[in-house]
């Protein structure tokens, strides 16, 4: 009996040691967890204040520089603000090395990583330049074709738009490929492993293209931001090694369906061939992989983007614009204001219903105020999806103020002429996690930039959104005058 009850006790002080230890090993687990919390979240608040001060530094650096003609900078002052700009801008150096490395060939012919007797040339992982290739157009699969009509492929997966190239599309004169480590976040490891290391005897009935060619995976195709981002990703590849686009066939590797984004391709580049079309085996002298995403500088925080000025007078020049007009030449009472509207429309096969959020409630009052506050026809309230591109790109380049609620038609902000001025509108959500792509975009193309948060915390507050009149109006008011150095007021 005695033996029992000791047992029973030895048991009982067992059970709560390990109820002791547990509860100190969950006490240790949540400390733990806590401090990397506070760590994790110290350093997101590091970076959003890093990320803003690089956008307000370089922005406050445009205005100091081109804000007013009347104010002359002297040397010391521009040197100052350079090294400021070095100092703030120095996590990026990698993005700007390697646009550095292919400029550097082109000029003085240094090479970047040279393989294969010259005919693979790396950039820093970051641009790919190959030499007398052979293309086999047989090794690629996707379920879907490309450039079949939205409502030919409404319903259809994503993954039916994916083109999947095989070992053997890319064929170059190499005895042994380099062991090559692209990053993870690139397709640049994919398409390496379709490039053959065996010699290349390129076959009578072979095509041949002479013209340089660059090779393109497009993301999203309907999508006026990420489209605007892969048309300059292609268009400074193709600037880096000092081609004309006019001359250059531009090889999409997606089997997306027609967009009416499409367009822009065919405006910048010489010939835009979608990969699916290719047939047989094809000769070209050199090809070369785009700059992917991940790798982009307009992606990144950087103060200037090389080519942009250039990018945007072709793109002028496409639609009929040869010659860029200051904003406010003809006077303050012919500038004009765009206020770009959110409707429902069809443009992916994956929202067959065409719903947008983040649409103006109020709408017709908004526009009704603003044109009686603008009159003369200033006001130009437009729905941009219903013009054609040619159309979109014209009143972009006659906008004076651009308004409109957080959108990837404000994606158009690039576009705009220096010294226009871009009004950015949000729901309440995005307080939390600000968005700063349009401002950059602002910043790069030399425009003033603000932005303005709703405060109302409705449920369908990311779906609609209502924007007080009084609002825009002062914000256009604001920014007319200082483009145009004035100083009188609206009645």
Request: hydrophobic fraction near 35%.
């Amino acid at each position: 009996m005695k033996s029992r009850v000791r047992i029973h006790v030895c048991c009982k002080w067992m059970y709560i040691a390990m109820l002791t230890s547990l509860a100190i090993l969950i006490t240790l687990e949540l400390h733990l967890y806590a401090d990397l919390r506070t760590k994790t979240l110290l350093q997101k608040s590091r970076r959003g204040r890093q990320h803003r001060a690089i956008l307000e530094s370089s922005h406050s650096h445009y205005k100091r520089k081109h804000g007013s003609s009347r104010i002359v900078k002297s040397k010391v002052a521009n040197d100052i603000d350079e090294k400021m700009n070095k100092r703030i801008f120095r996590s990026h150096q990698r993005v700007e090395q390697t646009l550095d490395m292919v400029l550097e060939r082109v000029k003085s012919g240094k090479e970047g990583s040279i393989y294969c007797d010259g005919n693979l040339e790396v950039f820093n992982l970051d641009i790919v330049l190959m030499k007398n290739v052979l293309i086999d157009a047989r090794q690629q699969k996707s379920k879907l074709h490309g450039g079949e009509t939205i409502k030919q492929v409404i319903g259809e997966k994503e993954s039916s738009e994916v083109v999947t190239l095989k070992p053997g599309f890319f064929r170059i004169p190499c005895a042994s490929m380099p062991l090559l480590k692209f990053s993870p976040k690139s397709h640049f490891s994919n398409w390496y492993l379709t490039v053959s290391e065996k010699e290349v005897d390129i076959p009578p009935k072979s095509t041949h293209i002479s013209n340089f060619t660059v090779f393109v995976k497009r993301g999203d195709y309907a999508n006026m931001y990420w489209t605007l981002i892969e048309l300059y990703n292609t268009y400074m590849t193709i600037r880096l090694f000092g081609k004309d686009p006019k001359t250059t066939s531009v090889v999409l590797v997606d089997a997306h369906p027609q967009g009416k984004l499409d367009s822009l391709w065919t405006l910048l580049f010489g010939k835009v061939i979608r990969v699916r079309s290719l047939r047989g085996d094809i000769f070209i002298k050199e090809v070369t992989w785009v700059i992917p995403l991940s790798s982009s500088p307009i992606g990144q925080a950087i103060p200037n983007l090389p080519f942009i000025r250039e990018f945007k007078s072709t793109l002028y020049k496409a639609v009929g614009i040869n010659s860029v007009v200051p904003i406010c030449e003809r006077g303050l009472n012919h500038t004009v204001i765009t206020l770009i509207l959110r409707h429902d429309y069809v443009a992916h096969p994956r929202n067959p219903s065409g719903k947008v959020s983040r649409k103006i409630t109020n709408e017709k009052e908004l526009v009704k105020h603003l044109d009686r506050k603008f009159p003369g026809g200033r006001l130009n309230a437009v729905q941009l999806d219903q013009f054609s591109i040619k159309d979109q790109i014209r009143i972009i380049y006659n906008t004076s103020v651009l308004v409109g609620v957080h959108g990837a038609g404000l994606a158009y902000t690039l576009l705009l002429r220096p010294g226009a001025a871009m009004f950015e509108m949000f729901p309440l959500s995005y307080k939390k996690s600000p968005n700063w792509h349009f401002q950059q975009f602002a910043v790069w193309g030399g425009c003033w930039y603000e932005r303005w948060i709703s405060k109302d915390k409705s449920p369908k507050s990311n779906e609609w959104i209502r924007i007080p009149t009084e609002v825009p109006e002062h914000f256009i008011n604001k920014y007319l005058h200082r483009m145009c150095n004035l100083t009188s007021t609206y009645s």
